[in-house]
Protein backbone atom coordinates (compact mmCIF):
# COMPACT_ATOMS: atom_id res chain seq x y z
CA UNK A 1 0.00 0.00 0.00
CA UNK A 2 1.72 3.39 -0.95
CA UNK A 3 1.19 6.49 1.00
CA UNK A 4 -1.02 8.59 -1.44
CA UNK A 5 -3.27 4.99 -1.55
CA UNK A 6 -3.16 3.99 2.22
CA UNK A 7 -6.15 1.55 2.40
CA UNK A 8 -8.06 -0.34 -0.81
CA UNK A 9 -11.02 1.86 -0.75
CA UNK A 10 -10.35 5.30 -2.86
CA UNK A 11 -13.20 6.83 -0.34
CA UNK A 12 -11.54 6.03 2.84
CA UNK A 13 -8.29 7.32 1.15
CA UNK A 14 -10.16 10.53 -0.09
CA UNK A 15 -11.52 11.36 3.43
CA UNK A 16 -7.96 10.44 4.33
CA UNK A 17 -6.39 12.92 2.44
CA UNK A 18 -8.71 15.94 3.42
CA UNK A 19 -7.49 15.21 7.34
CA UNK A 20 -3.87 15.10 6.74
CA UNK A 21 -4.21 18.17 4.83
CA UNK A 22 -5.95 19.95 6.74
CA UNK A 23 -4.22 19.29 9.98
CA UNK A 24 -0.98 19.63 8.67
CA UNK A 25 -2.15 23.17 7.28
CA UNK A 26 -3.12 23.27 11.40
CA UNK A 27 -0.15 22.41 13.03
CA UNK A 28 2.58 23.58 10.75
CA UNK A 29 6.04 22.64 12.44
CA UNK A 30 4.59 21.10 15.25
CA UNK A 31 3.68 17.77 12.86
CA UNK A 32 5.10 14.77 13.28
CA UNK A 33 3.34 12.14 11.68
CA UNK A 34 -0.19 10.78 10.88
CA UNK A 35 -1.30 6.72 11.29
CA UNK A 36 -3.74 4.59 11.07
CA UNK A 37 -4.53 1.67 13.11
CA UNK A 38 -8.06 -0.21 14.08
CA UNK A 39 -9.69 -2.47 11.49
CA UNK A 40 -7.92 -0.66 8.77
CA UNK A 41 -4.88 -2.16 9.53
CA UNK A 42 -6.31 -5.39 9.07
CA UNK A 43 -9.11 -7.92 7.29
CA UNK A 44 -12.06 -6.57 9.50
CA UNK A 45 -12.95 -3.58 7.83
CA UNK A 46 -16.13 -3.16 6.27
CA UNK A 47 -18.85 -0.76 5.62
CA UNK A 48 -19.65 -0.52 9.19
CA UNK A 49 -16.02 0.20 10.43
CA UNK A 50 -14.98 3.07 11.76
CA UNK A 51 -11.33 4.91 10.36
CA UNK A 52 -9.07 4.75 13.29
CA UNK A 53 -6.40 7.37 12.83
CA UNK A 54 -3.55 9.03 15.21
CA UNK A 55 -1.77 12.45 14.54
CA UNK A 56 1.96 12.88 16.47
CA UNK A 57 2.99 16.49 17.17
CA UNK A 58 6.35 18.06 18.50
CA UNK A 59 4.92 19.01 21.82
CA UNK A 60 0.97 18.75 23.58
CA UNK A 61 -1.44 21.02 21.33
CA UNK A 62 -2.32 24.36 23.00
CA UNK A 63 -5.24 25.81 23.26
CA UNK A 64 -5.13 27.53 20.00
CA UNK A 65 -4.31 24.66 17.85
CA UNK A 66 -7.24 22.77 19.71
CA UNK A 67 -9.34 25.45 18.45
CA UNK A 68 -8.04 25.35 14.73
CA UNK A 69 -8.38 21.63 15.23
CA UNK A 70 -11.80 21.24 16.39
CA UNK A 71 -13.60 24.06 13.47
CA UNK A 72 -11.31 21.24 11.13
CA UNK A 73 -13.15 18.43 12.25
CA UNK A 74 -16.78 20.51 12.42
CA UNK A 75 -16.20 21.40 9.22
CA UNK A 76 -15.25 17.81 8.02
CA UNK A 77 -18.28 16.07 9.42
CA UNK A 78 -19.97 18.04 7.24
CA UNK A 79 -18.79 16.87 4.18
CA UNK A 80 -20.46 15.00 1.46
CA UNK A 81 -19.06 11.66 2.23
CA UNK A 82 -20.48 8.56 4.61
CA UNK A 83 -16.80 8.27 6.13
CA UNK A 84 -16.94 11.59 6.83
CA UNK A 85 -18.21 11.17 10.46
CA UNK A 86 -16.66 8.02 10.70
CA UNK A 87 -13.32 9.34 11.69
CA UNK A 88 -12.27 8.49 15.29
CA UNK A 89 -8.45 9.03 16.35
CA UNK A 90 -6.42 11.27 18.90
CA UNK A 91 -3.68 14.04 18.75
CA UNK A 92 -0.73 13.18 20.67
CA UNK A 93 2.64 14.76 21.48
CA UNK A 94 5.76 12.24 20.52
CA UNK A 95 6.36 12.22 24.37
CA UNK A 96 2.86 10.88 25.04
CA UNK A 97 3.14 8.56 22.51
CA UNK A 98 6.35 6.73 23.11
CA UNK A 99 4.79 5.07 26.34
CA UNK A 100 1.45 5.00 28.14
CA UNK A 101 1.71 7.30 31.19
CA UNK A 102 -1.63 7.49 33.29
CA UNK A 103 -0.17 10.89 34.35
CA UNK A 104 -0.25 12.09 30.82
CA UNK A 105 -3.15 10.70 29.03
CA UNK A 106 -5.55 14.17 28.25
CA UNK A 107 -5.44 14.30 24.80
CA UNK A 108 -7.58 15.76 21.77
CA UNK A 109 -10.25 12.79 20.46
CA UNK A 110 -12.58 12.69 18.02
CA UNK A 111 -15.22 9.95 18.04
CA UNK A 112 -17.30 8.38 14.92
CA UNK A 113 -21.41 9.62 14.97
CA UNK A 114 -22.53 12.37 13.50
CA UNK A 115 -22.54 15.61 15.53
CA UNK A 116 -19.20 14.54 17.41
CA UNK A 117 -16.76 17.32 18.50
CA UNK A 118 -12.83 17.08 18.70
CA UNK A 119 -12.69 16.94 22.99
CA UNK A 120 -10.19 16.52 25.59
CA UNK A 121 -10.51 12.98 26.77
CA UNK A 122 -8.82 10.92 29.01
CA UNK A 123 -7.06 8.06 27.24
CA UNK A 124 -6.89 5.27 29.79
CA UNK A 125 -5.58 1.69 30.08
CA UNK A 126 -7.24 0.63 26.80
CA UNK A 127 -4.85 3.14 25.10
CA UNK A 128 -1.48 0.44 25.61
CA UNK A 129 -4.11 -1.75 22.79
CA UNK A 130 -3.96 1.40 20.51
CA UNK A 131 -0.27 1.51 20.85
CA UNK A 132 0.35 -1.91 20.36
CA UNK A 133 -1.32 -2.59 16.95
CA UNK A 134 -0.23 1.01 15.58
CA UNK A 135 3.53 0.43 16.75
CA UNK A 136 3.33 -3.73 15.12
CA UNK A 137 0.56 -2.86 12.16
CA UNK A 138 0.10 0.45 12.23
CA UNK A 139 -0.18 2.32 8.54
CA UNK A 140 1.99 5.19 7.85
CA UNK A 141 0.80 8.28 6.02
CA UNK A 142 2.73 10.59 6.78
CA UNK A 143 5.74 10.22 8.88
CA UNK A 144 8.35 7.89 10.92
CA UNK A 145 7.88 4.51 10.97
CA UNK A 146 5.92 3.64 14.14
CA UNK A 147 8.25 1.25 15.40
CA UNK A 148 10.97 4.41 15.91
CA UNK A 149 8.46 6.16 17.90
CA UNK A 150 6.27 3.88 20.50
CA UNK A 151 8.68 1.49 22.50
CA UNK A 152 7.32 -2.01 22.48
CA UNK A 153 3.94 -3.19 24.89
CA UNK A 154 4.95 -6.36 26.71
CA UNK A 155 2.07 -9.19 26.70
CA UNK A 156 2.18 -8.56 30.75
CA UNK A 157 1.69 -5.02 30.20
CA UNK A 158 -1.23 -5.64 28.20
CA UNK A 159 -2.83 -7.99 30.27
CA UNK A 160 -2.57 -5.35 33.09
CA UNK A 161 -4.40 -2.89 30.90
CA UNK A 162 -7.33 -5.18 30.30
CA UNK A 163 -7.70 -6.00 33.76
CA UNK A 164 -7.89 -2.17 34.15
CA UNK A 165 -10.48 -1.98 31.63
CA UNK A 166 -12.42 -5.10 33.45
CA UNK A 167 -12.57 -3.22 36.93
CA UNK A 168 -13.56 0.37 35.42
CA UNK A 169 -15.27 0.02 32.14
CA UNK A 170 -16.73 -3.61 32.16
CA UNK A 171 -17.60 -2.84 35.66
CA UNK A 172 -19.63 -0.05 35.17
CA UNK A 173 -21.73 -1.30 32.55
CA UNK A 174 -22.84 -3.35 35.52
CA UNK A 175 -23.89 -0.88 37.64
CA UNK A 176 -25.49 1.05 35.14
CA UNK A 177 -27.02 -1.06 32.42
CA UNK A 178 -28.93 1.84 30.92
CA UNK A 179 -25.82 2.89 29.41
CA UNK A 180 -25.60 0.08 26.61
CA UNK A 181 -28.80 1.68 24.89
CA UNK A 182 -28.39 0.53 21.49
CA UNK A 183 -27.91 -3.03 19.62
CA UNK A 184 -24.59 -1.11 18.02
CA UNK A 185 -22.93 -0.48 21.47
CA UNK A 186 -24.45 -3.80 22.74
CA UNK A 187 -22.84 -5.39 19.77
CA UNK A 188 -19.51 -3.49 20.98
CA UNK A 189 -19.57 -4.67 24.22
CA UNK A 190 -19.83 -8.41 23.69
CA UNK A 191 -17.16 -8.09 21.36
CA UNK A 192 -15.05 -6.11 23.43
CA UNK A 193 -15.21 -8.75 26.24
CA UNK A 194 -13.95 -11.34 23.65
CA UNK A 195 -10.56 -9.00 22.88
CA UNK A 196 -9.87 -8.82 26.54
CA UNK A 197 -10.66 -12.29 27.21
CA UNK A 198 -7.64 -12.90 24.18
CA UNK A 199 -5.78 -10.74 25.64
CA UNK A 200 -5.67 -12.08 28.95
CA UNK A 201 -4.86 -15.62 27.40
CA UNK A 202 -2.39 -14.66 24.76
CA UNK A 203 -0.79 -11.06 25.71
CA UNK A 204 -1.43 -10.17 22.33
CA UNK A 205 -3.91 -8.18 20.64
CA UNK A 206 -6.68 -9.77 18.04
CA UNK A 207 -9.15 -8.13 16.16
CA UNK A 208 -12.59 -8.05 16.92
CA UNK A 209 -13.54 -10.87 14.17
CA UNK A 210 -10.18 -12.68 15.28
CA UNK A 211 -11.03 -12.68 19.13
CA UNK A 212 -15.00 -13.33 18.07
CA UNK A 213 -14.09 -16.23 16.30
CA UNK A 214 -10.99 -17.59 19.12
CA UNK A 215 -13.79 -17.11 21.69
CA UNK A 216 -16.64 -19.28 19.99
CA UNK A 217 -13.99 -21.76 19.82
CA UNK A 218 -12.22 -21.59 23.03
CA UNK A 219 -15.06 -20.24 25.52
CA UNK A 220 -17.84 -21.85 27.07
CA UNK A 221 -20.23 -23.16 24.32
CA UNK A 222 -23.16 -20.83 25.27
CA UNK A 223 -21.42 -17.77 24.43
CA UNK A 224 -21.47 -18.85 21.15
CA UNK A 225 -24.73 -17.35 19.80
CA UNK A 226 -24.42 -14.54 21.71
CA UNK A 227 -21.30 -13.45 19.92
CA UNK A 228 -22.85 -14.03 16.45
CA UNK A 229 -25.08 -12.05 17.01
CA UNK A 230 -23.20 -9.15 17.99
CA UNK A 231 -21.08 -9.58 15.24
CA UNK A 232 -24.40 -9.28 12.86
CA UNK A 233 -25.59 -6.22 15.41
CA UNK A 234 -22.74 -3.75 13.79
CA UNK A 235 -24.96 -3.82 10.80
CA UNK A 236 -27.87 -2.48 12.74
CA UNK A 237 -26.41 0.00 15.41
CA UNK A 238 -29.45 1.96 15.81
CA UNK A 239 -31.69 -0.47 16.63
CA UNK A 240 -32.44 -0.91 20.38
CA UNK A 241 -30.66 -4.04 21.90
CA UNK A 242 -33.22 -7.13 22.13
CA UNK A 243 -34.11 -7.62 26.05
CA UNK A 244 -32.59 -11.34 26.01
CA UNK A 245 -29.58 -10.12 24.30
CA UNK A 246 -28.75 -7.23 26.91
CA UNK A 247 -29.17 -10.11 29.61
CA UNK A 248 -27.09 -12.34 28.21
CA UNK A 249 -24.74 -9.38 27.89
CA UNK A 250 -24.39 -8.70 31.36
CA UNK A 251 -24.44 -12.41 31.89
CA UNK A 252 -21.35 -12.57 29.66
CA UNK A 253 -19.30 -9.34 31.00
CA UNK A 254 -20.40 -11.06 35.12
CA UNK A 255 -18.06 -14.43 33.00
CA UNK A 256 -15.14 -12.29 32.05
CA UNK A 257 -15.23 -10.55 35.73
CA UNK A 258 -14.76 -14.22 36.96
CA UNK A 259 -11.99 -15.06 34.36
CA UNK A 260 -10.09 -11.87 34.67
CA UNK A 261 -10.22 -12.24 38.15
CA UNK A 262 -8.63 -15.99 37.99
CA UNK A 263 -5.75 -14.19 35.35
CA UNK A 264 -5.46 -11.68 38.12
CA UNK A 265 -4.54 -14.11 40.71
CA UNK A 266 -2.50 -16.35 38.53
CA UNK A 267 -0.36 -13.33 37.80
CA UNK A 268 -0.12 -12.33 41.28
CA UNK A 269 1.08 -15.83 41.86
CA UNK A 270 3.56 -15.26 39.28
CA UNK A 271 4.94 -12.62 40.03
CA UNK A 272 5.60 -13.34 43.77
CA UNK A 273 8.85 -14.24 44.70
CA UNK A 274 8.80 -17.54 46.18
CA UNK A 275 11.28 -18.25 49.23
Known amino acids: MNKAQPTPYPDVNA ?21 LDGSLTGSD ?19 ELF ?16 WAIQLEGSYLSQQALRRYDPTHALHPNIERGPGERLKMADHGDAWLVHLAILRERGITLVGPAPQTLIEPVSPQDLRRAMLGVVHGWAANLLANPSEIGSRGYQSY ?7 I ?3 LDSGTVASK ?34 PEDLNETLQFIRYTM ?18
Open 209 to 242: RVAARWAQASLDGRWAPLIERAWEGRHHPDMPPA
Open 45 to 63: FDQDSDIDFVVVSDEDISS
Open 189 to 195: VVLAQCR
Open 15 to 35: ILQELLVSVQAILGAHFIGMY
Open 197 to 199: LYT
Open 67 to 82: VGLQTMHDRLGTLDSP
Open 258 to 275: VRSQQDERAMDEAGRPHP
